[in-house]
T-cell receptor, first 113, second 119 residues
Framework: AQSVTQLDSHVSVSEGTPVLLRCNYSSSYSPSLFWYVQHPNKGLQLLLKYTSAATLVKGINGFEAEFKKSETSFHLTKPSAHMSDAAEYFCVVPTSGTYKYIFGTGTRLKVLA | GAGVSQTPSNKVTEKGKYVELRCDPISGHTALYWYRQSLGQGPEFLIYFQGTGAADDSGLPNDRFFAVRPEGSVSTLKIQRTERGDSAVYLC?????????????????FGPGTRLTVL
């Protein structure tokens, strides 16, 4: 069965420094993978999606993620953090053959001035 | 255009009571999903509709939970005999069609959620 593990429940970075949010997946095949962001009191929003077309995926707001099959990872990065990036980030994998999306437990990103 | 809306935004009820949570998906979206998000956790799948029918309800925790989508648009999640453990944020999402299109999964658009508190 597919699953995702987000390795850090909380990450703090200073404004202007790089962001790295880690996600490892478990799957017997190359899955589709997503990153969603949840700002306080707002709905979840898609950041980016991996669909096997390219291993480096660019998303909104300067975020990108690289699919590494050998490491079963799909880490989210951004070169320079902005205060508005403070939010909860979820790595998501759909379950093969169904329409269930499996969410990780989330990583709360804090950006320090 | 309008996104997914959910009402009420907050619901406080007493243990044992019945509640209904409403979801208005994006117009034209045939697929609709319900999730439950407990504090400190990621959303947990409850049920998926394709049109009017529940294509997958395997995530509903027990028979106190039920959802309908009679006209293929608005959906209502119904919880009978609420328990304190039902307290959570209930999220609704819709997508233009369910599952795979062109070999990749579709984006789900989420509503802001309904925060349910059972006292």
């Amino acid at each position: 069965a597919q699953s995702v593990t987000q390795l850090d429940s909380h990450v703090s970075v200073s404004e202007g420094t790089p962001v790295l949010l880690r996600c490892n997946y478990s799957s017997s095949y190359s899955p589709s993978l997503f990153w969603y962001v949840q700002h306080p009191n707002k709905g979840l929003q898609l950041l980016l999606k991996y669909t096997s077309a390219a291993t480096l995926v660019k998303g909104i707001n300067g975020f990108e993620a690289e699919f590494k099959k050998s490491e079963t990872s799909f880490h989210l990065t951004k070169p320079s953090a902005h205060m508005s990036d403070a939010a909860e980030y979820f790595c998501v994998v759909p379950t093969s053959g169904t329409y269930k999306y499996i969410f990780g437990t989330g990583t709360r990103l804090k950006v320090l001035a | 255009g309008a996104g997914v809306s959910q009402t009420p935004s907050n619901k406080v009820t007493e243990k044992g009571k019945y509640v209904e949570l409403r979801c208005d998906p994006i117009s034209g979206h045939t697929a609709l999903y319900w999730y439950r998000q407990s504090l400190g956790q990621g959303p947990e799948f409850l049920i998926y509709f394709q049109g009017t029918g529940a294509a997958d309800d395997s995530g509903l925790p027990n028979d106190r939970f039920f959802a309908v989508r009679p006209e293929g648009s608005v959906s209502t999640l119904k919880i009978q005999r609420t328990e304190r453990g039902d307290s959570a944020v209930y999220l609704c999402a819709s997508s233009s069609n369910g599952g795979i299109a062109g070999g990749s999964y579709n984006e789900q658009f989420f509503g802001p959620g309904t925060r349910l508190t059972v006292l």
